[in-house]
């Protein structure tokens, strides 16, 4: 980085839309506010009620507090933008917003594939569920999330980061994204080389756990087709839904981001699907998986009566 002609980057985000501004500013601001207290809810849940002491829960706690977190990686910095008209963001903040919010969304996507062996240890293998899955296990598998999501996303930025700069330094996007970022640099003879590092990085990351994450799925849903009562498929198919979901949801627009040639999208897409991935996906997972969840529900009424005792839900 040092390099660099280039002192600074300039984030363009929603610059083109000048009339739209302060509202964009009040509905990123419900959102955010909405994403912290929602996701946070879930996690207070998680730790107070002893009834959400198992796996599952344990899982989405670790999920609850990444979505938080990733959040933050990006969304104040935006609303910040937004209220102030500041574009600006030097080099080192830039490479670190990419670095925090890739590295988290890294550690989702081996949590994601955690959660779904988790589910297919409880559905496929019922009797051994609770020696498989214990204590040990879980801190295990949510440590080695964190831990791979980070060190992925550290190779790929030391790479990166040997890039120089030397004009332009208008990014067209909300928040450091690698993609427009390398198309900036101006070092031809490294770019094959961070193109090979994408290529790996991204393999570790998104193909390895979106693997595991597929095939543990096939095999609970060939489980379930062949539980002979209605009601039994319907209980074991409703342990797993929120999550199946939150799966497609997250992958579903990752790969269109990442895997569908960009000759094919414009800017604008761009932007829109990372909105969809970035804001609206963090800010949903909280409600999806309390509408859906009768435990969730459960709880929650449970936490209320015993702040106030007259209530009833």
Same mark, same amino acid.
């Given at each position: 980085?040092?390099?660099?002609?280039?002192?600074?980057?300039?984030?363009?985000?929603?610059?083109?839309?000048?009339?739209?501004?302060?509202?964009?500013?009040?509905?990123?601001?419900?959102?955010?506010?909405?994403?912290?207290?929602?996701?946070?809810?879930?996690?207070?849940?998680?730790?107070?009620?002893?009834?959400?002491?198992?796996?599952?829960?344990?899982?989405?706690?670790?999920l609850s507090?990444?979505?938080?977190?990733?959040?933050?990686?990006?969304?104040?910095?935006?609303?910040?933008?937004?209220?102030?008209?500041?574009?600006?963001?030097?080099?080192?903040?830039?490479?670190?917003?990419?670095?925090?919010?890739?590295?988290?969304?890294?550690?989702?996507?081996?949590?994601?594939?955690?959660?779904?062996?988790?589910r297919?240890?409880?559905?496929?293998?019922?009797?051994?569920?609770?020696?498989?899955m214990?204590?040990?296990?879980?801190?295990?598998?949510?440590?080695?999330?964190?831990?791979?999501?980070?060190?992925?996303?550290?190779?790929?930025?030391?790479?990166i980061?040997?890039?120089i700069?030397?004009?332009?330094?208008?990014?067209?996007?909300?928040?450091?994204?690698?993609?427009?970022?390398?198309?900036?640099?101006?070092?031809?003879?490294?770019?094959?080389?961070?193109?090979?590092?994408?290529?790996? #990085? /991204?393999?570790? &990351?998104l +193909?390895?756990? %979106?693997?595991? @994450?597929?095939?543990?799925?096939?095999? !609970?849903?060939?489980?379930?087709?062949?539980?002979?009562?209605?009601?039994?498929?319907?209980?074991?198919?409703?342990?797993? #839904? /929120?999550?199946? &979901?939150? +799966?497609?949801? %997250?992958?579903? @627009?990752?790969?269109?981001?990442?895997? !569908?040639?960009?000759?094919?999208?414009?800017?604008?897409?761009?932007?829109?699907?990372?909105?969809?991935y970035?804001?609206?996906?963090?800010?949903?997972?909280?409600?999806?998986?309390?509408?859906?969840?009768?435990?969730?529900?459960?709880?929650?009424?449970?936490?209320?009566?015993?702040?106030?005792?007259?209530?009833?839900?």
């Amino acid at each position: 980085i040092n390099q660099t002609a280039v002192i600074e980057f300039i984030l363009l985000g929603f610059g083109d839309l000048p009339d739209l501004q302060i509202l964009l500013f009040l509905m990123f601001l419900v959102t955010y506010i909405a994403t912290v207290v929602g996701n946070s809810l879930i996690v207070v849940l998680i730790v107070a009620d002893q009834h959400l002491h198992t796996p599952m829960y344990f899982f989405l706690g670790h999920l609850s507090c990444l979505e938080t977190c990733y959040t933050s990686t990006f969304l104040p910095r935006l609303l910040a933008s937004l209220f102030t008209g500041e574009k600006n963001i030097s080099v080192s903040g830039c490479f670190t917003q990419m670095y925090f919010s890739g590295s988290l969304a890294a550690t989702e996507c081996y949590l994601l594939a955690a959660m779904s062996y988790d589910r297919y240890l409880a559905i496929c293998k019922p009797l051994h569920y609770s020696i498989l899955m214990n204590t040990k296990f879980c801190l295990q598998l949510a440590a080695g999330s964190w831990f791979n999501g980070f060190l992925a996303i550290t190779i790929f930025v030391l790479f990166i980061s040997q890039l120089i700069f030397c004009g332009p330094n208008q990014i067209d996007h909300f928040y450091c994204d690698p993609i427009p970022l390398m198309e900036l640099s101006c070092s031809d003879t490294h770019l094959i080389l961070i193109e090979m590092a994408a290529l790996i #990085s /991204s393999s570790t &990351i998104l +193909v390895i756990p %979106f693997v595991l @994450t597929i095939m543990s799925y096939i095999y !609970v849903i060939l489980t379930i087709l062949r539980i002979p009562s209605t009601i039994g498929r319907k209980k074991a198919f409703s342990t797993c #839904s /929120s999550h199946l &979901i939150v +799966v497609s949801t %997250f992958y579903g @627009t990752l790969i269109i981001m990442y895997v !569908v040639p960009s000759g094919n999208q414009s800017l604008d897409f761009n932007k829109a699907f990372s909105l969809l991935y970035t804001v609206v996906t963090p800010m949903l997972n909280p409600i999806v998986y309390s509408l859906r969840n009768q435990e969730v529900k459960d709880a929650l009424s449970r936490s209320i009566a015993k702040m106030w005792p007259s209530t009833k839900m």
